[in-house]
């Protein structure tokens, strides 16, 4: 089966008690059992809910997977899977991860005995140098936000082996355009919230592996701690995803056009987008990945307030964090979402205030041409 089969088709049975084509919104805490113990394998929704199993057999199926479990967010999801280690334990994190998860892994996991070691992972051997005896996972993220570097995930996977378990965020590349399952790693996050669902209407995430035994620990700990998405969020990821090869294909097209508009246009310094061939790992996007993805950045050369005042006058990119939507969103990262991290270090990271975020969306690509034409013209 393929991509867009396998988001319309697996988990998606009609339903068996009405025939409901599609499946229903099991808006239920418990579920009446015959007698004690004798139930259909659904005891409370905590543990267990149909439309969530339903959009988990979804979601392992876009990444050619075999298990998946859901969360109320990618933060809980990440949460969990974190949760395999250790007090003692050491990790290796890609040195750009999205804002939140340095947040939790700094503010909270490292309460509880956890240590991070912070690297440069475009350079696989940055990685390996900062293996020690207690390493037990290492944390990628490709590409980073929001300057669009990318990491080689084979190449750290090899370099790592097996006894160390590599986790990738994949929620800028989608499983549409990157399966970093294949390449190695053995666990796969997603924050949903963004193209997964895709609406900008729900807020979820998922935990994806083939490794059985990875997978009954991450369930014994979303149970555990309960961090599940209501049946309503649940169905609402489930829907969005049907579409997901769809939009990802408009959100590329859309986003390399722009890329490619920005990259020629005098005001511009500096153009992030892997498919661009400027990009310095544009040989390895090509390779690691079937597609660029909806997601950009760039500098302007004018000075921070004027590259702010500009983000609030587009018409269609909409001034606000998150990505992934069907709509254009801009943000102004050293402000908005890495806000958190200290100007010295945003600056050696290369998030400069200059410095804009682009989430393209699926609407006529003409249309978003010409918002940015007018609004630099007005600079
Ligand atoms: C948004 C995001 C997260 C966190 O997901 P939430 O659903 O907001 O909890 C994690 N990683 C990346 C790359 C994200 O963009």
Known sequence: MRFSTKAIHVGQEA????????????QTSTYTQEAVGKHKGFDYSRTVNPTRVALEAQLAA????AHASAF???????????????????????????GGTYRLFSRVLERYGLTFSYVDASDPHAV??????????????????????????????????????????NT???????????????????????????????VGGVAITNDGGLHERIKFHQNSVGGVPGPFDAWLVMRG???????MQQHERNALAIAQFLAQHPKTERVNYPGLPSHPQYALAQRQMSG??????????VPEQRAMEFAGTLRYFSLAESLGGVESLICHP??????????????????????????????????????????????
């Not at 876009?62 to 997977?65: G, K, P, Y």
């Not at 900062?130 to 990491?151: D, F, I, Q, S, Y």
Request: glycine share 8%; charged share 20%; net charge negative.
């Open 15 to 26: 339903d068996p008690t009405t025939g409901a084509t599609i499946v229903p919104i099991y």
């Open 62 to 65: 876009l990444e050619s997977a």
């Open 72 to 98: 109320g967010s990618g933060m809980a999801a990440t949460a969990a899977v974190m949760n395999l280690l250790s007090a003692g334990d050491h990790v290796v994190v890609s040195d750009d991860v999205y």
């Open 128 to 169: 390996a140098a900062a293996l020690g005896p207690a390493t037990r996972l290492v944390w990628l993220e490709t590409p980073t936000n929001p300057l669009l570097k990318l990491v080689d995930i084979r190449a750290i996977c090899d370099l790592v082996g097996s006894e160390i378990v590599v986790a990738v965020d």
């Open 172 to 202: 800028f590349a989608t499983p549409y355009f990157q399966q970093p399952l294949a390449l190695g790693a053995r666990v796969v996050v997603h924050s949903t919230t963004k193209y997964i669902g895709g609406h900008s209407d729900a």
């Open 241 to 247: 995803a049907k579409t997901l090869a769809l939009r």
């Open 292 to 301: 660029f993805g909806g997601m950009l950045s760039f500098t302007l050369r």
């Open 334 to 379: 050293a402000r908005m979402t890495h806000g958190s991290i200290p100007k010295e270090e945003r600056e050696r990271r290369g998030i400069t205030d200059g410095l804009l975020r682009l989430s393209v969306g699926v609407e006529d690509v003409e249309d978003l041409l010409e918002d940015l034409e007018t609004a630099l013209a007005r600079l």
